[in-house]
């Protein structure tokens, strides 16, 4: 299983760099993740969609689609495609330290 080490702490993470381990991850390694994103800053809009993701993962399992998320976490999608260029369920997943949800390619 391959290693990474965000914020100078080793985390488990599958072959396309996803938390295996959620419990692994901390608010300090997000900004870490998102650079590696190519988001320079995270806003407090980025951290409600991320804040969003890990609830829903810790209370489903999973974590949710774009379309969810536009319509349960108080972003829209085309503000979430701002936040999070090209795949925003896929790379707020990533910063937020869950494994990818279902669905996403």
């Known amino acids: 299983m391959p290693t990474a080490t965000f914020a100078g702490t080793p985390v488990d993470t599958n072959d396309e760099g996803f938390f295996t381990d959620p419990d692994q991850w901390t608010e300090a390694m997000a900004p870490e993740l998102a650079r590696a994103a190519d988001i320079d800053e995270l806003t407090d809009r980025h951290w409600q969609v991320i804040r969003f993701m890990r609830k829903e993962y ?3 399992g ?3 689609t774009v379309r969810l998320l536009g319509k349960a976490s108080g972003v ?3 503000e979430l495609y701002q936040l999070f260029p090209k795949a925003p369920a896929k790379t707020a997943a990533r910063i937020a330290g ?4 279902r669905g996403c390619i």
């Open 98 to 101: 869950i494994p990818k949800p």
């Open 58 to 60: 810790a209370e489903k």
């Open 76 to 78: 829209s999608v085309k």
């Open 62 to 64: 999973t974590g949710p």
